[in-house]
């Protein structure tokens, strides 16, 4: 085992494996330049022979390349079981209290603080309120709590001091499943499986039909390049994005929000990656969810901004909160 562990060892094993291809080339390039002649045994090397021998080099070092990857793969899952393991032991109280989100609400923040280490909240002892139907632009640097807000609305995280309540109902009282379903939403790297483009829409909502799909597809500027793929929304992406752009997958996330129709909807930088033609797009959506939806927006676009009814400013002080109107 000690013996799998040294050969598996990135990056050493990677850099003594890009030493050894190296010194092979300088050997075969001054052979072929005519300045070494050792171990040719009076056959002078060919440019073929060489390109030939540079790549058999590359292949003899492939199982070893492997082998590490496959032990950094194990190392990885082994330290995520030790974080896992715990929290799978934990008892959980299911909160199942009786929870239907009303036409008319408003969402209060009382005094809520989140750190993510210990003596450096992100947000510290935040109010603020949030009404039904009203589209609300949350900006300041980065670092400033405007992710971690989302979230915490989304009910993805919990607030370690105050509460979050919704027409005096606290939000942790509530199933995760009775609350989320009321929230669509869109991260700034969204996430999918393995799976076609229609797959990973539909997961928003698994009952739609795929006429639903290429409607939201079509609002989300989807079907604009989808169509050009060999299978259309049934082309297979991989997880992590694999095979699309920043901007594409940004546009699949989009319609998967479409395609939930949930009230309250939370944007974390919905511009991002995106081309001023894919930014019409987001903006059309804004018009059409003005007094509809409850629209949270993450943000550091000056255009976004003038879209919607409020700014709350978050400052680096955390305190500090500061509030425009248009």
Do not use: C
Not at 157 to 178: C, F, H, K, Y
Request: charged letters at 20%; hydrophobic letters at 45%.
């Amino acid at each position: 085992m000690a013996g799998l562990e040294s050969i598996a060892k990135l990056p050493e094993l990677r850099k003594r494996i890009l030493i050894t291809i190296a010194l092979i080339a300088v050997y075969l390039g001054l052979g072929l330049l005519g300045l070494m002649h050792i171990g040719f045994h009076g056959v002078p090397i060919s440019l073929q022979i060489a390109l030939f021998i540079l790549l058999l080099t590359s292949e003899f070092f492939a199982p070893l390349r492997q082998l590490g990857a496959f032990y950094h793969a194990r190392a990885g899952a082994i330290g995520a079981a030790k974080e896992i393991m715990p929290i799978l032991g934990q008892n959980v109280t299911k909160n199942d209290v009786p929870f239907i989100l009303p036409e008319k609400f408003s969402i209060k923040l009382n005094h809520i603080s989140f750190a993510y280490r210990a003596q450096k909240p992100v947000i510290d002892k935040m109010n603020l309120e949030i009404h039904s139907a009203e589209m609300v632009a949350i900006r300041g640097p980065s670092g400033s709590g405007k992710t971690t807000l989302l979230y915490l609305v989304a009910k993805l995280i919990l607030p370690q001091t105050g509460t979050i309540e919704v027409n005096n109902t606290n939000i942790e009282l509530v199933s995760d499943d009775a609350w989320r379903k009321n929230i669509a939403l869109l991260t700034q790297h969204p996430y999918f499986f393995h799976g076609s483009i229609l797959e990973n829409i539909k997961l928003a909502h698994p009952a739609a039909t795929d006429e639903d799909v290429e409607r939201v597809a079509h609002e989300a500027g989807v079907l604009e390049w989808s169509r050009l793929l060999p299978q259309g929304l049934h082309t297979i992406i991989g997880e992590k994005n694999a095979g699309l752009s920043g901007g594409q997958a940004q546009r699949v996330a989009l319609a998967r929000v479409l395609l939930k129709e949930a009230p309250i909807v939370l944007l974390d930088e919905p511009t991002a990656f995106l081309d001023e033609k894919n930014i019409e797009i987001i903006f059309n959506l804004f018009k059409k969810w003005k007094k509809q939806k409850t629209v949270l927006i993450a943000t550091h676009d000056a255009r976004v901004e003038k879209q919607v009814d409020r700014i709350i400013q978050l400052s680096e002080e955390k305190n500090e909160r500061i509030m425009v109107f248009h």
